[in-house]
């Protein structure tokens, strides 16, 4: 199993940007699929981002293309969310997620791991 620590979350100013990170445990950390969701108030959980245990595929929604970029390092264990042209649509609480297998990257019910989530807020 695995547990998963989400950090970096906060107050920011629209055009701004925030660094998201999630801490993984155990030692089969490489070979998860791992993805970022958030959820706004009152909204469903969304997709987000999400890559492969490789690192080299990489899948993204398109609300925040050209925005954020994910990426993984298997080393530390860490996965991170860089988010840059923040809007005030972006706030919701952020969620990190693990797989061991996936029938589509971003598809919520595929991933079997959840971290507590952090909050991110954007101010216009």
């Known amino acids: 199993q695995v547990q998963l620590v989400e950090s970096g979350g906060g107050l920011v100013q629209a055009g701004g940007s925030l660094r998201l990170s999630c801490a993984a445990s155990?030692?089969?950390?490489?070979?998860?699929?791992m993805g970022w969701f958030r959820q706004a108030p009152g909204k469903e959980r969304e997709f987000v981002a999400a890559i492969s245990w490789s690192g080299g595929s990489t899948y993204y929604a398109d609300s925040v293309k050209g925005r954020f970029t994910i990426s993984r390092d298997n080393a530390k264990n860490t996965l991170y969310l860089q988010m840059n042209s923040l809007k005030p649509e972006d706030t919701a609480v952020y969620y990190c997620?693990?797989?061991?297998?996936?029938?589509?990257?971003?598809?919520?019910?595929?991933?079997?791991?959840w971290g507590q989530g952090t909050q991110v807020t954007v101010s216009s």
């Open positions: 997620a693990a797989a061991g297998q996936v029938g589509a990257m971003y598809r919520i019910s595929d991933y079997n791991y």
């Open positions: 155990g030692r089969t950390f490489s070979s998860y699929v």
